[in-house]
């Protein structure tokens, strides 16, 4: 890779510079939040909600507010916000008012983040973990990057950090288009799978975004995406139909055009060879084309041959090994040793709402995960079968989906998903920006009604949460799943299986 670079900005170079976030304890607001303060500027914020992050961020001495007032914002601030902020917040009508700059959130980090090689990830499910195990290699090589995270990344304990080093790797958001605000130099498309249809309209309007997104890539930088994923691997054709560098990867072996040659310059192929409940056996296998057309046959002549490289997980799930293939490709780019980056993947530990374990009572595990998109589901599911199977228990779903939109969209599609848990929960679904109003026939049922005699539907989450720990015998997963509040149900059914006893007989 051979992006445009500038010098590194000194770490203070937006000391001085005030800015007042609204939203801050959101889980992507809150990373923007850290940032901006580690590089010296003072910043504030305040959120409806509060919650982990609003406290974490309080602890780190940020002046954070509870609830919205106008009063909340200091008159020489650039309020940064998100697309969940209402023109009606007080808040944002008051920098209004007094003609305050406003910036969206991804334009901030865009900022915070500038100077360095920058690494976006994006994708409609995949690029937590992608992004998360990214910034975990390079710190263990040493590479001391930054990073923006939406989610905790366990052996670091944060989500966010400003390192020395040259990269700043950055989860993507494509659900409102803020993913078009960066300029990176190394962009991973993880899937292009339709979501987010309430914003686009059409799955071919999201596709485009992606395509849009690739324009954004710095003169010198590299497009790395996965070939397993249909729409991914159509960006990955027009891509280097334009002269883009392209890396792909995924399970298959070298993607071929018509005439014999790879889709753009390289392709990194990853081989399962062991599944266990705790964690995957893999090898990975690279080509990269050296001729300079790059039109001839992929034979070993015309290819230098990385590999194969073993790639030991601490994590099950194929889509897990996917994850690490697309790091590992970046890695390379960054000028990593092929070996190391490895090596460091093998020590990723997770990410926070990833397969995180909750705990365990009485024999039964209780695993959360923030999967709220079908295929999501369907990758959870079967690394939860792998644990289950060699507990010798069952997989036990309790879902609350998020976005009535969402849930109308793709009901069959859940239900489908769904369909692979032993037994399944659906709870209300978490309405987030939308309102129930709007879709009045639109509830949980409409997943349940898709599913086998296995499913139910439980509109009260905390009697949805004690209907599964019911349900549980020894040996058995519990899975909370889902993108909003459904989270803290995991403390609801650890506690219901404690007061039930260990050795009870479940109902």
Not at 328 to 335: D, I
Request: charged share 20%; hydrophobic share 45%.
């Amino acid at each position: 890779m051979t992006p445009d670079r500038t010098s590194i900005p000194p770490a203070d170079d937006l000391a001085g510079r005030a800015f007042h976030l609204i939203g801050i304890g959101g889980a992507g607001m809150s990373v923007v939040a850290e940032i901006l303060a580690e590089r010296g500027a003072v910043v504030t914020g305040s959120d409806a909600g509060g919650g982990d992050a609003f406290d974490r961020l309080r602890e780190m001495g940020l002046t954070v507010h509870l609830g919205h007032d106008a009063a909340n914002v200091p008159a020489d601030a650039t309020v940064v916000v998100s697309t969940a902020i209402k023109d009606t917040n007080p808040e944002l009508r008051a920098a209004r008012r007094r003609g305050q700059p406003v910036m969206h959130r991804s334009e901030a980090l865009a900022l915070a983040a500038r100077g360095r090689d920058f690494v976006a990830v994006a994708g409609a499910h995949g690029k937590t973990t992608t992004s998360g195990m990214l910034a975990h290699a390079l710190t263990a090589v040493g590479q001391d990057p930054s990073f923006a995270i939406g989610g905790v990344v366990r052996s670091l304990n944060t989500g966010a950090r400003v390192g020395a080093g040259p990269a700043f790797v950055a989860e993507a958001d494509e659900s409102d288009r803020s993913f078009l605000n960066y300029e990176p130099a190394l962009e991973i498309v993880t899937n292009i799978e339709p979501d987010h249809l309430d914003n686009y309209g059409t799955a071919a309007a999201f596709a485009q975004a992606f395509v849009d997104f690739t324009a954004r890539l710095r003169p010198g930088g590299r497009l790395i995406v996965c070939a397993d994923d249909a729409g991914a691997l159509r960006l990955a054709h027009a891509a280097a139909a334009r002269g883009t560098a392209v890396t792909t990867y995924g399970t298959c072996s070298p993607q071929l055009r018509e005439d014999g040659g790879l889709v753009g310059d390289a392709h990194v192929q990853v081989e399962i060879l062991d599944r266990r409940a705790t964690g995957t056996s893999a090898r990975l296998t690279r080509w990269r084309q050296t001729d300079e057309g790059g039109s001839r046959p992929v034979r070993p002549e015309n290819c230098e041959l990385l590999g194969p490289v073993a790639l030991e997980l601490s994590l099950p799930g194929d889509h897990v090994a996917l994850d690490a293939a697309g790091a590992w490709a970046a890695g390379l780019e960054l000028g990593v040793e092929p070996e190391a980056m490895a090596q460091a993947l093998g020590s990723f530990a997770g990410t926070g709402r990833r397969f995180e374990a909750r705990g365990e009572v009485g024999g039964v595990r209780v695993i959360d995960d923030y999967a709220h998109h079908p295929t999501e589901i369907v990758a959870l599911l079967a690394a939860a079968r792998e644990v289950a199977d060699a507990r010798g228990g069952r997989v036990i779903a309790l879902f609350q989906p998020h976005l009535f939109s969402r849930t109308r969209n793709f009901a069959d599609r859940f239900g489908a998903a769904l369909a692979g848990a032993d037994q399944t929960i659906v709870t209300a679904i978490y309405p987030a920006r939308e309102r129930q109003e709007d879709f009045p026939d639109v509830t949980g049922q409409c997943i349940t009604d898709q599913i086998p005699a296995h499913a139910r539907y439980i509109a009260d989450a905390h009697a949805a949460a004690l209907a599964a720990a019911a349900d549980a015998r020894p040996g058995d997963l519990i899975l909370t799943i889902g993108a909003g509040d459904v989270t803290r149900l995991g403390a609801v059914i650890l506690e219901a299986l404690a007061e039930r006893g260990a050795t009870d007989t479940p109902r």
